[in-house]
């Protein structure tokens, strides 16, 4: 049986009107965003520069893409139609009608909806990691910069050895499947998963200690939500059953955290540093107040802006090395559909079809180039102020 | 000056004792070891039959031990040969010792590489040797490229110019190897076919059609992050009084840029090219994987795919040593080319 195509304009029309529900929504935001720019603070900002606006486009695109993947894709990314093998872009499956827009890859998957549903998983990953990265970073290099001395030495130490170890070694040391069956990727994402906990603890206690009606709730909360959390994640306990993460995810998670919170670290005590000579830091320690409370309530939102365009640029290069991981085949599944894993796949085939390597590419460069372009708008935005 | 850079070299030192040894622990252990005993001995063999050969050619003595004879500090012993029970090699391939001898990374022996059936000397220099060419011909592309790209851009601060070169930089720092090395392979090779989409054949004789894939992917990443320094410290100087000044005196536009500016604007992007090092590593494992090229990073995949357990050491300790020694040229550096730090 011969596969039918349709032109290359409907396929353009065809990928178009496939992501309408993202459409919609990206008009809803950028229309709202732009109507309320002025009461939107550093957010609104963006919007005074083409540079900003791109940025703040791609990154929504890529975010309701993933949110409407399933509308968004119209086959399942895993499932195998034998007919559409190799396909080229715009072959029509037979028996549903549907058209394989961006054509089939070599086990005759439907390389459009793979594309889709990878946003996803980085999507989820790559935001999350950093923010873990970024409470590690926090919570330990504000005391490294603001007492100095031994904690400081003992950290930065530590700090130094991990990056002085090249990403690609500590992967391959780090994520391969045997070491699942140790408990060092458990481990480490106890002591990791801990940080948010510890912070936001100490984040309420230096607040509001001396007024208990809003200690206890506060206090509370977090150790419920982030104690339930931490049993989902880390010992697979939860009561509830909704908070679960499989072990390969886990063991990636664990290493892309560990791989980018010295960084962070890096420039939190860099700019703990710096922020610790300002006058109000003096004021606050000649009030009396405790140490954690002038870091994490003088200091760290006098930091937010590079931490902010940082975080930024991190999740891109997050992104990056999650297409690393996948690339080398450590981690992921074989078959899933994300951007990194796509790429390894096609690009050993690249001498006889070049379709299926072009849209998982295309699509990671893409998202990472919109969130640097959203960080370099940041950047520029918060030096006016 | 030299006391810094003694304390320096110290701290350098026991980082890499540190690292070594985290690495000597995550590649020892057990499923790794398990792994290595499989793909070492014959199909179908007992659990028994494994752990016999795990034992016998010293893989269960105590970690501590085993390190220190890695790293030569302790004799290495010759494993008992199960059959006549005296002293044998321990792999007959690598001409071990049969009588205990001190002979690890200190006297210059870097072990004996299970997968290649040859010392690790004998695999990892070559494959450095390859990627150094690799190295050369990324960075006399690169550093050129980069430099001037940041500075036509940070000549005109706000400039259309700027503007473009700023927005191609950034997309270029959002390009990995992996995304870079895909799309030029497709329109390279497979579309125009002026290039080869495989280095393979550049072992034999490097040449402009097997060899510009691989240094272009690599030299992408790179170009954009030091152009952007560059920019940066380009923009920073040219505010400077010292700029006005020459500028008022009457000297021309150009003219200020080359005697002036350039001089005080190349010290920062110094750094970043020495800094640049550690991600050039990974990079080169990508783009070795992907055209194939038999260099280092090739290497580092053979042998962490493989748990070769020497030659994956070797190659961590070689990429330990490249990125410390290149933070510590940086700093050096950085203070020899600054004259205010260097008075201090």
Known sequence: MQVEYISAVNVVLGVLSRFWPVWIALVIVMGASFAYKKKLALYGQLFDSGVGIVGVGICLFWLFTAIFASTISPFDPLAQVPIMKDVLPGGIEPQSGLVYLFGGDKLARDVFSRMVYGSQIVLIIAPAATGFALMVGITLGLPAGYYGGKIDTVLSFLANLVLAFPVILLFYLLVTPGIMDTPIPYALAGVFFLFPIIFFSVLFWTRYKNRPDRIYILLGLTLVIGGWIYLGLVFDKDPLHIVHIDPNQLNIFVAVVFASSPGVFRIVRGLTMDIKTRDYVAAAQTRGESPWYIMLWEILPNARGPLIVDACLRIGYTTILLGTLGYFGLGLAPESPDWGTAIKDASRLLRSFIHPALPPTIALMSFVLGLNLLADSLREQSMKD | ?344
């Open chain 2, 1 to 344: 000056m030299l006391s810094f850079v003694i304390r320096r070299l110290g701290t350098m030192a026991l980082t890499m004792l540190c690292l070594t040894m985290i690495v000597f622990f995550l590649i020892n252990l057990e499923p790794n070891l398990k792994k290595l005993a499989i793909s070492q001995t014959e199909m179908h063999t007992s659990a028994e039959q494994l752990e016999g050969w795990l034992a016998n050619h010293g893989y269960r003595q105590n970690f501590f031990v085993r390190y220190g004879q890695w790293l030569g500090v302790l004799p290495k012993q010759p494993v008992t040969d199960p059959t006549t029970g005296k002293p044998a090699q321990r792999f007959t391939f690598c001409n071990d010792p049969v009588v205990p001898t001190f002979s690890g990374v200190i006297e210059g022996d870097f072990g004996c590489s299970t997968k290649f059936k040859a010392t690790v000397a004998s695999k990892l220099f070559p494959a450095l040797g390859a990627t150094g060419i690799l190295m050369f011909w990324v960075l006399a592309v690169m550093v050129p490229i980069s430099l001037l790209i940041g500075i036509l851009a940070g000549m005109r601060e706000g400039s259309r110019t700027d503007r473009v070169l700023s927005v191609a930089s950034i997309a270029s720092t959002a390009t990995p190897e992996y995304v870079s090395g895909v799309i030029f392979t497709v329109i390279f090779a497979s579309w125009l076919g002026w290039l080869n989409g495989s280095a393979a054949s550049a072992s034999q004789g490097i040449t402009f059609y097997n060899f510009t894939l691989p240094v272009m992917t690599l030299a992408i990443y790179g170009i954009g992050y030091i152009a952007r320094m560059t920019r940066a410290s380009m923009v920073e100087v040219m505010t400077q009084q010292y700029i006005r000044t020459a500028r008022l005196k009457g000297l021309s536009f150009g003219s200020v840029v080359v005697k002036h500016a350039l001089r005080n604007a190349l010290i920062a992007p110094f750094t970043v090219i020495m800094l640049q090092f550690p991600w050039l590593l990974t990079g080169v494992v990508i783009v070795e994987v992907m055209f194939r090229y038999q260099g280092f990073g090739y290497t580092l995949v053979e042998a962490a795919g493989n748990n070769d357990i020497d030659l994956l050491l070797g190659c961590s300790l070689v990429s330990v040593f490249i990125v410390l020694i290149t933070q510590l040229i940086s700093d050096v550096g950085y203070a020899f080319l600054n004259p205010r730090i260097r008075v201090q």
